[in-house]
């Protein structure tokens, strides 16, 4: 559920899993204006639907609608996925779980435990990477173009808040940079970092997937950091979803990968 959603990969993704593991099943998108989400929602779980994902901007009303939430969800005041069961909803987050996933996927030797990471952005999307990283042990320093959102953000959840002039001098030492803005996704502005300052042995992840190598990434790696596309994310995000409503624990594989980018 989403407004507008025609663009989501996640049709693809789970309809090749449901084929994958031979379930009778179908994920479909469904355009909802904010105005009938909660409508919508009771009416999808009266309508015997296993559950949904939520995507923009439907996250926060998809936290006040639901009768339980995972402690997690509770912490990043939004949830991206919901499961109906006895007239019921319950939601929970897994974009901390699918952001985890991917960086061990990129670079399984990489731990968080004490390393520094700068987080850039403070939607909701901001809020569970931040979340995650905390949870793995590292110190985390947040800078948002409005400084109070960062601030806001890090007081609920943990790091410290930093100003949005400051980015390139907080790279210095860095482990990990993390791009959760819109800067660098099609149709926008290209993030406006010099990466100077960072070492070459940190990693740099960008959750943008449209497009999959976004200028931070072409720029990463070229000076030799190990980079992380968004689709990563996307796809370990999805896992536990999947679960829960057919039984069955996908696998993220690269044959997965390239099915779903085909669909872009």
Not at 6 to 13: E, F, G, K, Q, V
Not at 59 to 70: G, L, V
């Amino acid at each position: 559920m989403g407004f507008p959603v025609a663009h989501s990969l996640s049709p693809r993704l789970h309809n090749f899993w449901l084929d994958r593991y031979g379930i009778d099943g179908a994920y479909v998108p469904l355009p909802v204006a904010p105005e009938h989400f909660s409508s919508a929602l009771r009416s999808l779980a009266q309508l015997g639907f296993a559950g949904v994902n939520v995507t923009v901007p439907h996250k926060e009303a998809a936290f006040a609608a639901a009768d339980e939430t995972d402690d997690l969800a509770k912490r990043i005041g939004a949830i991206n996925m919901l499961t109906f069961k006895d007239g019921r909803i319950f939601g929970r987050n897994t974009d901390a779980f699918g952001f985890r996933e991917s960086l061990r996927e990129a670079a399984p030797s990489w731990s968080a435990k004490g390393a520094k990471a700068v987080v850039l952005g403070a939607g909701g999307a901001a809020r569970a990477v931040v979340a995650a990283l905390i949870d793995e042990g590292a110190a985390v320093t947040v800078a948002n173009r409005t400084r109070s959102r960062a601030e806001a953000l890090t007081a609920s959840i943990g790091g410290m808040a930093a100003d949005w002039d400051n980015r390139a001098r907080l790279l210095a030492g860095a482990d990990l940079l993390v791009n959760t803005t819109v800067l660098g996704m099609e149709g926008k502005d290209a993030l406006d970092l010099d990466l100077g300052a960072l070492p070459k042995s940190a990693l740099v992840a960008d959750i943008v997937y449209v497009p999959l190598e976004t200028k931070l990434l072409v720029e990463a790696r070229r000076r030799g950091n190990t980079a992380v596309d968004g689709l990563g994310m996307l796809l370990h995000q999805a896992r536990p979803a999947f679960a829960a409503w057919f039984g069955r624990e996908p696998e993220v594989t690269a044959e997965l990968r390239r099915h779903v980018l085909a669909g872009r």
